[in-house]
């Protein structure tokens, strides 16, 4: 019996409950075997056969198969946020909220699964640009605007010194990854990530808006 089929054999699950299981089944079996084989070479019968379920919940759930690695890559990318949400919080500052997130972000992104996962969505994006450009959108909402939100609330309360909030988070991307992701990509990581080095490199942005050292009222 595989882990999805124990899990919906388990009492009192709801319907709900039970299609949450069924997705998360489908969606770890796609992400092991798109990591493995390279998502050209599965069939999404390769992904029931180890999932359990139908290729008609493969259908209903997620489209197709570039759904149901849309799907997969944006799981990845709501574990990249878990972090954010624990720093707003626990009361610090905008500043040490942003140097934190850059650390823990920076640590996120260059992990061998999601540098995987990068390699997965270029291919992609070359034989598909509308894959590449929701993929893009995507991380525009769940990242760059996310960031913007918050500088524009930290501006609202005298925290920060931000008129343009949507291209101040970009730049604060662009700095924090600066050209990283390809390095990885390319088998040439640097030695050591140092959280003072990512610190140090974020220093002259927080300055430049005024986020302040101070806790939110």
């Not at 759930?61 to 990318?77: I, T």
């Not at 905008?94 to 920076?106: K, Q």
Request: proline share 5%.
């Amino acid at each position: 019996m595989n882990a999805e089929a124990e899990q919906l054999d388990a009492p009192r699950l709801t319907q709900d409950e039970r299609r949450s299981v069924r997705r998360q089944a489908i969606l770890d079996a796609a992400e092991a075997l798109f990591l493995e084989h390279g998502y050209p070479s599965i069939s999404l019968n390769a992904i029931v056969q180890r999932s359990g379920g139908s290729l008609a919940t493969i259908y209903q759930m997620f489209g197709n198969k570039q759904g149901l690695l849309r799907a997969v890559v944006d799981r990845s990318n709501d574990e990249g946020l878990k972090d954010l949400d624990t720093l707003l919080a626990s009361g610090l500052s905008p500043r040490r909220i942003l140097e934190e997130f850059a650390v823990s972000y920076l640590a996120f992104t260059t992990t061998p699964r999601k540098i995987a996962f990068m390699r997965l969505v270029i291919t992609e994006s070359l034989n598909d640009p509308d894959f590449g450009e929701a993929f893009d959108r995507d991380m525009q909402v769940k990242y760059v605007s996310r960031i913007a939100g918050l500088f524009e609330s930290w501006n609202a309360r005298g925290l920060a010194r931000i008129d343009r909030p949507q291209q101040t988070a970009e730049l604060y991307f662009a700095l924090l990854l600066c050209n990283l992701p390809i390095r990885f990509m390319l088998g040439r990581p640097p030695e050591k990530l140092l959280r003072e080095d990512t610190i140090w490199r974020l220093a002259g942005f927080l300055d430049r808006f005024g986020m302040k050292d101070e806790t939110p009222a």
